[in-house]
């Protein structure tokens, strides 16, 4: 299957010389002088490196085949991270490199999506929000309101991330994956 550039958007999968890229950033240019084209930065799905690429605006790109299975997340052991197919129980391994910002919100036993190309897993994809438990941060001082103040907290990924100075330790907390910022307390 192939796409236009007019159809290019962020988080667009796409494949170029033969390897699955995904669309980070995007650009129409329409010049003064000559034909329009859009600029990108693309993220490969395999290695993690990053390239910009310009597209002729009537270019036309082939999508990479891919699979998605949903997974549960097991364990980690060193540098790997242990999945199993929650239809087949077949369990395989991701490497830390692989997973990228999405090694900071997952927890044993929760279920995400893991892609897979050319049968191999090369990847996985988590909700946009997870709620995750506050396993160390200092106490709030009574009376400091400063406005917006935040205070380093360690969730029970091993991830540390900015809170308001009322989360206190065992609290829960919604955090929005894709920039790794704190939305709010959560219900327990």
């Known amino acids: 299957m192939v796409v236009s550039t007019s159809e290019f958007r962020k988080g667009l999968r796409i494949l170029l010389d033969n390897e699955p890229f995904v669309i980070v950033e995007f650009q129409h240019v329409k010049p003064g002088k000559g034909g329009a084209f859009v600029r990108t930065?693309?993220?490969?799905?395999?290695?993690?490196?990053?390239?910009?690429?310009?597209?002729?605006?009537?270019?036309?790109?082939?999508?990479?085949?891919?699979?998605?299975?949903?997974?549960?997340?097991?364990?980690?052991?060193?540098?790997?991270?242990?999945?199993?197919?929650?239809?087949?129980?077949?369990?395989?391994?991701?490497?830390?490199?692989?997973?990228?910002?999405?090694?900071?919100?997952?927890?044993?036993?929760?279920?995400?999506?893991?892609?897979?190309?050319?049968?191999?897993?090369?990847?996985?994809?988590?909700?946009?929000?997870?709620?995750?438990?506050?396993?160390q941060t200092e106490p709030g001082v009574r009376g400091d309101t400063a406005q917006n103040a935040t205070k380093p907290a360690l969730l029970e990924t091993g991830y540390t991330i900015q809170v308001p100075l009322f989360v206190e330790e065992g609290d829960r907390v919604k955090i929005d994956t894709r920039t790794g910022q704190y939305i709010e307390r959560a219900s327990k």
Do not use: C, W
């Open 41 to 135: 930065r693309v993220k490969s799905l395999v290695t993690g490196n990053v390239l910009d690429r310009t597209f002729r605006s009537n270019d036309k790109v082939e999508l990479p085949e891919m699979e998605e299975k949903q997974m549960q997340f097991h364990y980690k052991e060193k540098e790997r991270y242990y999945f199993m197919d929650v239809n087949t129980y077949d369990q395989l391994f991701i490497d830390e490199k692989n997973l990228g910002e999405a090694k900071n919100y997952i927890k044993e036993d929760m279920v995400i999506e893991v892609l897979f190309y050319k049968g191999n897993p090369i990847g996985v994809e988590v909700q946009n929000f997870v709620n995750l438990l506050i396993v």
